[in-house]
């Protein structure tokens, strides 16, 4: 289980906390006003930012000192998910190996994830070639390769469109396969359709998840405030 | 361990550049204790900052509509113009300025128009010709550093802009002016600097007590008068001034932090009406005062090629080593030391550019003194130039490499961190081709400008194991005019033939 613990995190102004734990094949929606701290408490979890206070703990392991790459996770990003001179299949097999000095098996197997991602016979393309759907279906497919128990999503799908962005979630739904996912969103649809708990974010606490059902049926305060009821 | 010790070649790397520049200057000034400066010296000082800050100024005013004419127009034979804009930098100054004087001279096509129209006739040497052969060595190089920085605005800002409905004006208040404030005082500073230091347009066109340099100076002093203390004070000299004026041009340039965008060709709209005569207008008279010294220099030499003397090979193969070793090592360097600034080390920053301090001659001055009282200085010639041409290429590569540096660290450092993409696999997937371009662009400067350096070899060089440049240089010398314009041709296609070969090697490697 991924376990935040009295979590403080600062940048100027800026100000959350977060003491919560997520169990192990959870898919959490964390949800909030913009300017709460969504990107940024994920950005805590991934190592790309440092807490004043508190522990990041995964399977009862304080993940501080390890390298985002080597933490038990894989992000996609709002954007820049893929390196844009490389073709599909590099951009994916740097999954399984940095230096892309892959074997035959890892080749097929970067075949093979493209494949799952209905991408099948592209890996030659460079992204620009791309469309925004495909760019985020690639992406997944890295994530797929890389087999981190815990995915964490900001926001890769926010420029799709609505049915684009339900087709691209219940794909993450389905490849998830029991590893835990994190999901930034600003939109409760996604909420209700992903995940089964949502943690809020608001007046610089990240709440507690909750199932998200019972969350929206009874928001509090905050969540009246951010839905406009 | 092993990481250990890599993670010290950057320092070690910063250490042999300063011993090589502030070393150098140091012995200088140890030499130079005695005598302070005279009228004849505060004279040149004077005259050197003049001219320096006049080509730097008239070089950057027009390289701006010229860059952005070439940016947003098409039309034939534009590529070509482009690479054009890296020739005259790239031609060795000696044949630049013969190129120079066929056309501007007494006897030059646009004096003989001059006359017809009872004009009277333009000089080209003083201040006038010192600042034209600037403006014609630099003007392109400007503008090349711009198109560079035009280029480098995504295109989806254009897009955006236009779908905004805003004309050329708003256009170029919101998206260009930004890039020309970031782009533009860098340039020009470096502009500055290089004429603070250009050695051979001086020693052509200037001269005498009104139009003399720093520079001129120390190599007089080193190789006609005879005398090493004045010439180490004129180098402490020379060295000061070019070390406050990095320092301060260093704060001029700043990185613009634009989003990536897909690396998509340039879409910048191409306004009509007035706009496009302008532009074709800057795009004919720039192509005009580029072309006809080049091709003055073609007609001269073209017909001795044929039948040059076997010295003249010896020279140019020697020319060619000397340049692609000093080049490469450059590169390398740059490298090594924008990696380390890229990690977040300033210092690497100062090392790569601290040779901008050093002129090749002071560099040359100091080696010259340290050398001489225990080996014959011929004899360390060609290592020298190497060791002094990479060191003094360095700042350029840099220059070239750090703003795509910092801008890949921005738009794909997180992903490649995410990734565990480090150490040699994200120098070879990452780095590497995202800057392949200005690398190629960088090496091929580095190595044509090795190629046509006429500085420090001609303080070390004895009669023999000279380089091409020096060979042209003691041809004109011998009144062997023929001859030495057909050398000067051959150092010409050589110098062009390395530069394109390391561009167009960067332009293919260059991620699409």
């Known amino acids: ?229 | 361990m092993a990481s250990r010790a890599v993670a010290l070649i950057p320092a070690l790397l910063a250490l042999i550049i300063v011993a090589l520049t502030l070393g150098s200057a140091a012995v200088t000034a140890v030499w130079g204790g005695g005598g302070g400066l005279g009228p004849a010296d505060w004279a040149a000082l004077r005259f050197t900052l003049l001219q320096a800050a006049l080509s730097a100024a008239v070089s950057a005013l027009l390289a701006v509509p010229l860059a952005r004419a070439l940016v947003r127009r098409r039309f034939a034979g534009r590529g070509l113009l482009l690479r054009l804009m890296a020739a005259p930098f790239l031609l060795p100054v000696v044949v630049a300025v013969l190129g120079l004087l066929a056309v501007f001279g007494r006897s030059g096509p646009v004096n003989s128009l001059l006359a017809v129209l009872g004009l009277p006739a333009l000089s080209v040497f003083g201040l006038h010709g010192v600042v034209l052969a600037h403006v014609f060595l630099n003007l392109p190089l400007v503008t090349r550093m711009l198109v560079h920085g035009w280029q480098a605005i995504p295109a989806e800002r254009f897009r955006l802009a236009q779908a905004l409905g805003m004309g050329p004006g708003p256009q170029f208040r919101h998206l260009e002016l930004p890039m020309l404030r970031a782009t533009l005082p860098g340039a020009a500073a470096l502009v500055f600097l290089l004429c603070l230091t250009s050695f051979a347009v001086a020693l052509t066109l200037g001269g005498g007590p009104k139009a003399s340099t720093v520079e001129l100076a120390i190599y007089q002093a080193l190789r006609f008068d005879f005398l090493p203390g004045k010439a180490a004070t004129l180098a402490a000299v020379q060295f000061a001034l070019c070390a406050t004026v990095t320092l301060a041009a260093m704060r001029l340039a700043r990185v613009e932090g634009f989003g990536a965008g897909l690396g998509r060709e340039v879409e910048m709209p191409a306004p009509g009406g007035w706009r496009r005569g302008v532009d074709a207008l800057m795009i004919v008279l720039a192509a005009g005062f580029l072309l006809a010294p080049l091709l003055a220099v073609v007609w001269r030499g073209a017909p001795g090629v044929v039948a040059l003397p076997p010295s003249v090979g010896w020279a140019a193969a020697r020319s060619l080593v000397v340049a692609v070793l000093s080049a490469v090592l450059a590169a390398v360097a740059a490298l090594v030391l924008m990696q380390a600034r890229v990690a977040g080390r300033r210092w690497a920053e100062l090392a790569a550019m601290l040779p901008l301090a050093a002129s090749g001659l002071v560099m040359g001055t100091g080696l010259f003194l340290l050398v001489q009282p225990v080996a014959p200085v011929e004899r360390l010639a060609l290592p020298v130039t190497m060791l002094v041409n990479a060191t003094l290429a360095l700042p350029y590569l840099f220059r070239l490499l750090l703003p795509e540096a910092l801008r890949l660290e921005a738009d794909y450092a997180r992903l490649a961190e995410s990734l565990s993409l480090r150490g040699a696999a994200r120098l070879r997937l990452l780095v590497l081709p995202r800057l392949a371009r200005p690398l190629g662009f960088g090496t091929g400067l580095a190595a044509a400008l090795s190629m046509g350096d006429l500085g420090v070899i001609a303080l070390f060089a004895g009669e023999r194991g000279v380089t091409l440049p020096l060979l042209v240089q003691r041809l004109t010398g011998a009144y062997r005019m023929e001859a030495a314009a057909s050398a000067a041709l051959l150092l010409v296609g050589l110098s062009f033939a390395l530069f394109w070969l390391f561009d167009r090697w960067g332009a293919r490697h260059a991620a699409a």
């Not at chain 1, 190996?97 to 098996?105: E, F, H, K, Y």
């Not at chain 1, 393309?125 to 815990?150: D, H």
């Open chain 1, 1 to 229: 289980m991924l376990r935040l613990e009295h979590l403080d995190l600062r940048q100027d102004d800026f100000r959350l906390q977060a003491d919560l734990t997520v169990p192990v094949g959870a898919r959490v929606a964390v949800i909030g006003p913009s300017g709460a701290g969504k990107s940024t408490l994920l950005m805590a979890v991934a190592g790309f930012f440092a807490p004043v206070a508190g522990r990041v703990l995964w399977a009862g392991q304080d993940l501080a000192g390890r390298a985002p790459g080597d933490r038990p996770l894989s992000i996609l990003f709002q954007d820049q998910n893929l390196f844009p001179h490389l073709t599909l299949a590099q951009n994916l097999g740097l999954g399984l190996r940095a230096d892309l000095r892959l074997d035959a098996g890892q080749r097929a197997r970067v075949e093979e994830a493209l494949q799952r991602v209905g991408l099948a016979g592209m890996g030659a393309r460079k992204p620009a070639q791309l469309s925004g759907g495909q760019i985020g279906r690639a992406a997944l497919a890295r994530a797929l390769l890389r087999e981190r128990p815990l995915l964490l999503l900001d926001e890769p799908f926010a420029a799709l469109g609505p049915a684009l962005k339900a087709e691209m979630l219940d794909l993450v739904a389905e490849l998830a396969d029991g590893a835990t996912v994190l999901m930034v969103t600003h939109d409760p649809a996604d909420a209700r359709r992903f995940a089964d708990q949502t943690i809020l974010v608001a007046d610089g606490i990240a709440h507690a998840p909750r199932p998200t059902a019972e969350l929206f049926a009874d928001p509090p305060p905050a969540l009246r405030a951010y839905l406009g009821i």
